[in-house]
């Protein structure tokens, strides 16, 4: 990949990665309520989906997925359901006066767990990889190469991202976890879960 097009291609992950989906609005409240190492555990769930995700468009799964709608329809329903169910459970969650310590009430393995479907369960990210990257590859060049540069980029800027939302929550969480801010945080983090499952659902390839 030529260094020009790598600039162009950086350019269009920047502005995809600005845009919050639903694993910023996860690290971010595992920022709030558990603290900054609980939130990058989260991360690693999110980019090792991320990481599965490209290499299984790449790999052609977009393709088998297009080919066979209702393999697409059932991950599409089954990712939307997760995300309804973390909305959910996020709006019900109970409301301290005081705030927890940080980095309690959730395990490691939860942790990265809940950032993996987060991130796993959005299926047109295949279709979106399968149509975005190959306006990027150079036919005249080494496939793997160009790929592999590719989604060493697209993870870096979204750790890059996602470690700002870590920081920034972390900065309010003082504020955040008392009482009503805390209540208002569930509430809006639910609904806009519960949005991104809706809009999945509504998603046609």
């Not at 190492?37 to 995700?53: D, I, P, R, S």
């Not at 399968?130 to 160009?146: E, K, L, N, S």
Request: net charge positive.
């Amino acid at each position: 990949m030529s260094l020009e097009t790598w600039w162009l291609y950086l350019g269009a992950v920047v502005l995809i990665a600005c845009t919050p989906g639903p694993n910023v609005l996860y690290v971010t409240t595992r920022s709030i309520r558990y603290g900054l190492g609980a939130a990058f555990v989260g991360v690693a769930g999110c980019l090792t989906a991320l990481v599965l995700m490209l290499t299984g468009s790449v790999a052609g799964l977009s393709a088998v997925l297009l080919a066979l709608p209702g393999a697409f329809d059932l991950l599409k329903i089954l990712g939307a359901a997760y995300l309804v169910y973390l909305g959910v459970q996020t709006w019900r969650e109970p409301v301290a006066n005081e705030a927890p310590p940080p980095s309690t009430g959730a395990s490691a393995v939860a942790l990265f767990r809940g950032g993996f479907l987060v991130g796993i369960s959005n299926p047109k990210l295949l279709i979106f990889a399968a149509a975005f990257f190959p306006q990027f590859i150079d036919p005249a060049r080494a496939w793997g190469p160009q790929f592999a540069l590719m989604v060493a980029t697209f993870v870096g800027v979204e750790l890059f991202f996602y470690s700002i939302y870590a920081l920034t929550g972390r900065k309010l969480a003082d504020r955040l976890m008392h009482g009503i801010w805390r209540r208002w945080l569930n509430r809006v983090s639910g609904v806009v879960f519960m949005g991104f499952g809706v809009a999945l659902l509504r998603f046609k390839p």
